[in-house]
């Protein structure tokens, strides 16, 4: 593909270096690998798109005059479709920034060449170390959590999720929100965007909690009827409590298998103490439940 913007007086050969097509059999080590060392914009776009061919060339100047610290990779997604898939590409043309292996930021559509240079300066900066976006939005959604803004922390995850669509910490942020908001069937789209291997509290507890509602009975009537009938019911104890955690009655479900480990704990095999620790898990770690819960548990055995 013929280079477009090279400035006077820089060598063919540097351009070379700064600039390249890339295809999804190359993307790794084009992209991912290669951000390691320096910050790569991709660029994806196609022949047919009249956007593309505006930005392109501003892109190239840019990265030129970048002098080295970013580099330029392009992808023609009609012939290489695959990654920019994965990055949930919508509209061309999509520019994504990589630093460290991971897309940190990125856009949609033309832009100015000043602002198409303003991007590239930012990212330049970024091949230094310091938070990216994507870490940036993440501490914005913490503190929207702490402020009790879930709407705020739900739009900052979304935003971390356009620019890392596989982050860990942003799917288990997004899950979580709804699973708390009883929204199960959501949670559950969000959790297939993270792999088998993908490690996140948040993760682990939605997945605690979806398993916990998909094996709890409907109604706790029955079973609160039988646990006050006979106290050493246990079946029905721990039925109560599968009730009890999925509607969201969290305390008073650790209250009843606490209450059923007391009365034995090594009954079918220590059940009550193995579902104890699932809702625990539903429950957050570091949330009151589960402290309260440890607490409780600790008590007992150790008593």
């Known amino acids: 593909m013929t280079l477009i913007g090279e400035t006077q007086g820089q060598p063919a050969a540097s351009a070379a270096d700064l600039i390249k097509d890339a295809t999804d059999q190359s993307f790794m080590a084009d992209v991912v690998e290669a951000s390691k060392d320096v910050p790569v914009i991709v660029d994806f776009w196609a022949t047919w798109c009249g956007p593309c061919r505006q930005l392109g060339p501003a892109l190239e100047k840019a990265v030129l005059a970048a002098k080295g610290a970013v580099k330029l990779v392009k992808v023609d997604i009609d012939k290489n479709p695959a990654y920019a898939g994965q990055l949930r590409v919508q509209s061309i043309p999509a520019v994504f920034a990589f630093v460290d292996g991971r897309p940190v930021d990125g856009f949609m559509g033309a832009l100015p060449d000043s602002q198409v240079k303003a991007f590239i300066d930012r990212i330049a900066k970024q091949g230094g170390g310091g938070a990216s976006p994507v870490d940036e939005l993440l501490a914005m959604a913490k503190e929207s959590l702490e402020l009790g803004d879930a709407g705020g922390a739900a739009q900052a995850y979304a935003q971390a999720l356009q620019m890392d669509p596989a982050n860990a910490k942003a799917i288990g942020g997004m899950a979580r929100l709804y699973q708390q908001a009883g929204d199960l069937e959501r949670a559950a789209e969000v959790l297939e965007m993270a792999g088998p291997e993908a490690k996140d509290p948040d993760i682990d507890a939605v997945r605690a909690a979806l398993a916990l509602a998909a094996e ?88």
């Open 216 to 303: 709890a009975p409907s109604e706790t009537a029955e079973f609160e009827a039988r646990v006050a009938a006979d106290p050493d019911d246990h079946e029905a104890r721990l039925e109560l409590a599968k009730a009890l955690a999925a509607g969201g009655k969290m305390h008073e479900a650790v209250d009843q298998l606490i209450e059923s480990i007391r009365r034995d704990r090594a009954w079918n095999d220590e059940a009550a103490r193995k579902q104890l620790l699932t809702v625990l898990e539903a429950a957050g770690a570091m949330s009151d439940v589960a402290k309260q819960g440890r607490r409780k548990l600790s008590a007992i055995l150790f008593s």
